[in-house]
């Protein structure tokens, strides 16, 4: 059964620095999606994308957050300068269909931790 | 506001029990209702959806859930459960023309033998 897959499962930097997290979709879904979990708090949604573009963001995802879509696989977040309260479970997701017409399937995390 | 409250935290049980764990939402309009479900160590995995029709939802490995529009909840339940039915388990809604999944806290399953 496809699954989407995230790298790296942890990753640890220094606050101020810049991290990259990765995900692989499934191959034929469309929508892509980024969540987050800070420890002992709810998952929050950061942003969805469709067709190289933003389609919805939440007020946490603010500048210093961006994704991408460089490849035909990979779905990538960005956070330009981490920040101590940065350090959290990210959830890459990914649905065939969008707009509320989806069911999102989700990867395995990457746990992030700022120093 | 848009919320989704779970009101069990931790729940224990012993193998065959009935479950039920609660889930009430705010949320104005049409929505999207889902369970998704952690096992220790691995990811989210939806368990069942609601999007319109019968508000008796089946799902997977003998779940189901009942949404109820006037008291906004959607209760999942399990007749008997098993110890591999230990998990944590999260309510979620969406509207009917947004992707943005609003997730409860999520309850702790402990089944024991």
């Known amino acids: 059964e496809p699954e989407v897959t995230q790298t790296p499962s942890h990753q640890v930097t220094q606050m101020g620095q810049e991290v990259i997290l990765r995900c692989v979709p499934i191959?034929?879904?469309?929508?892509f999606y980024w969540y987050r979990q800070i420890l002992g708090q709810k998952v929050e949604f950061l942003v969805s994308?469709?067709?190289?573009?933003?389609?919805?963001k939440s007020e946490i995802f603010d500048d210093q957050f961006s994704v991408e879509r460089p490849d035909g696989s990979n779905f990538t977040l960005k956070i330009r300068s981490t920040k101590l309260e940065d350090s959290a479970m990210y959830f890459c997701a990914s649905s065939v269909n969008g707009q509320g017409a989806g069911t999102q399937y989700f990867g395995p995390g990457t746990r992030l931790l700022v120093l | 506001a848009q919320s989704v409250s779970q009101h069990n935290h931790h729940v224990i049980l012993s193998e065959a029990a009935s479950l039920e764990l609660g889930c009430n939402y705010s949320y104005g309009g049409t929505v999207n209702l889902f369970w998704y479900v952690q096992y220790p160590g691995q990811h989210l995995q939806l368990l069942l959806k609601?999007?319109?029709?019968?508000?008796l939802v089946k799902g997977i490995k003998g779940f189901e859930a009942e949404f109820i529009k006037s008291k906004f909840s959607f209760n999942l339940r399990k007749p008997s459960v098993q110890w591999s039915d230990t998990a944590e388990y999260f309510c979620a809604v969406s509207g009917i023309n947004t992707d943005k999944l609003i997730f409860g806290t999520g309850t702790r399953l402990q089944v024991f033998p």
């Open positions: 191959s034929n879904h469309l929508y």
């Open positions: 994308f469709y067709n190289n573009e933003i389609s919805e």
């Open positions: 609601y999007f319109s029709g019968d508000p």
